[in-house]
């Protein structure tokens, strides 16, 4: 059974610094997914890694993915308030097109 | 595309009673998925279905609950009866093969129900 784990599941960190959530998966997979959900709101997707060393970037947001490992990162790199939100990343199930999500990682932003 | 479409996007109702939680793909797309999101339990696969046939319904929590699609436009979820624990945001999501991002999900705006 594919197991999606996050961490930290909460991160309160200041403006202007650097963090970086990890997303670790228990079986083989190459696709994975980052979403963003703010408070209330639907979930809207950020990133698609699709393989080994695959490195995605928008804005203060960049995913990275190493299938070897198993672990995928999301670095923030000079946080501002508008990024708290809650992160989640989703790994494909073995090509059916159902993806595993994980529990999420809360992030509040300090002014 | 106006993207997934839900209605209602907010049900009150009591227990005992049928709610039903009705979803529109995006056009195209030949997934479809029903997720059910509390603060105990994160976010839940309820059902999916390509091209209008339920694959997988495990997550789908007990008989009161079922899951329709019986076109590529329209998808139902039905809780008969339902109860104060089945109260939770229920989304509704679509997806198809994509180059570039292969069966990224596109959520719908969630309809949050709770059961008094």
């Known amino acids: 059974e594919l197991k999606v784990e996050q961490n930290p599941l909460f991160l309160s960190m200041q403006e202007g610094k650097n963090y970086t959530i990890y997303c670790n998966y228990s079986?083989?997979?190459?696709?994975l997914y980052w979403y963003r959900q703010d408070p209330g709101k639907s979930l809207e997707s950020l990133f698609v890694?699709?393989?080994?060393?695959a490195v995605k970037q928008e804005g203060r947001l960049m995913a990275s993915l190493d299938t070897k490992a198993r672990l995928s990162t999301l670095h923030i790199t000079a946080a501002v308030h508008d990024l708290s939100a809650t992160y989640f990343c989703?790994?494909?199930?073995?090509?059916?097109?159902?993806?595993?999500f994980g529990k999420g990682t809360r992030l509040h932003i300090l002014p | 595309d106006a993207g997934v479409i839900q209605s209602p996007r907010h049900e009150v109702t009591e227990m005992g009673q049928e709610v039903t939680l009705r979803c529109k793909p995006i056009?195209?797309?030949?997934?479809l998925f029903w997720y059910r999101q509390t603060m105990m339990r994160g976010l839940e696969l309820l059902i999916y279905?390509?091209?209008?046939?339920?694959?997988?319904d495990s997550g789908m929590p007990e008989d009161r609950f079922s899951a329709k699609m019986p076109n590529a436009s329209f998808s139902t979820l039905k809780i008969q009866p339902s109860e104060p624990r089945d109260s939770a945001v229920y989304f509704c999501?679509?997806?198809?093969?994509?180059?570039?991002?292969?069966?990224?999900?596109?959520f719908g705006p969630g309809t949050r129900l709770t059961v008094t």
């Open positions: 890694l699709l393989s080994n060393g």
């Open positions: 999501a679509s997806s198809s093969f994509d180059r570039e991002r292969p069966y990224e999900q596109y």
């Open positions: 056009s195209g797309h030949d997934y």
């Open positions: 279905f390509n091209n209008n046939v339920p694959i997988d």
């Open positions: 079986t083989t997979s190459d696709r």
């Open positions: 989703a790994v494909d199930l073995n090509r059916d097109d159902k993806i595993i």
